[in-house]
Structure formats: structure tokens, C-alpha cells
């Protein structure tokens, strides 16, 4: 079956840098886009960043600059560098696939900007 397994989060400071992986198997991983959201308590999830099964990219206005998403397929892994941190990019970050017309999500990992 379809697993998607986050690791990467913990607490950084204002200003630091993070990076999460995404490890993905039970599809052909080099098939689908992957996606990160991220969310916080009593908000929606948020798309952060998406990128095509052929590298395309977008971003979400508030990480544009800051964010950069990455696959590689060899590892069947998606990862998100994060640069530049703010207090209001603390979030639970999940990684997603929609594979034929289904969503899977996976655990997510806590991502904690505090001086």
C-alpha cells in the first residue's frame, strides 16, 4: 500500500534553516507529483509547495524565495529546504500524493520557529 513517512522537523530559531524528507513507496514514485502542506491548530491545511512528476514547481506566496522542493527519484524521496524561517511558519508539515483520484497523506512532522 501507499506510505508516505515524514522526518526532518524539531525547533530552530528565527532565521535558521530545516530540511524535510518525504520517503514514499507502494506506487511508482517517479509517476506522481508530490506535494507539502503544512498546518496549524484550527486552521485549514495550507499547500506549501507542489512539484510535477517532471520537476515543475510552484509555491505558496508566503515561502516563494525562502522554500525549495526537490525530488529524487532514484530514493524515492521529496524533500522541502527551508531557509529563512519565521515564527509563522511553525506548522505539522505533511507530505501528499493523489494517486488515481485518491489522497494519501502521511504522519507529518513538527516544525517549531521560537527564539
Known amino acids: 500500500q501507499v506510505q508516505l513517512v515524514e522526518s526532518g522537523g524539531g525547533l530552530v530559531q528565527p532565521g535558521g534553516s530545516l530540511r524535510l524528507s518525504c520517503a514514499a513507496s507502494?506506487?511508482?514514485?517517479?509517476?506522481?507529483?508530490m506535494n507539502w502542506y503544512r498546518q496549524v491548530p484550527g486552521k485549514q491545511r495550507e499547500l506549501v509547495a507542489s512539484?510535477?512528476?517532471?520537476?515543475?514547481?510552484n509555491y505558496a506566496y508566503s515561502v516563494k524565495g525562502r522554500f525549495t522542493i526537490a525530488r529524487d527519484n532514484a530514493k524515492n524521496t521529496v524533500n522541502l529546504q527551508m531557509n529563512s524561517l519565521k515564527p509563522e511558519d511553525t506548522a505539522v508539515y505533511y507530505c501528499?500524493?493523489?494517486?488515481?483520484?485518491?489522497?494519501?497523506w502521511g504522519q507529518g512532522t513538527q516544525v517549531t520557529v521560537s527564539s
Open positions: 501528499n500524493v493523489v494517486i488515481k483520484s485518491r489522497i494519501y
Open positions: 512539484i510535477s512528476s517532471l520537476g515543475s514547481t
Open positions: 507502494g506506487y511508482i514514485f517517479g509517476d506522481a507529483g
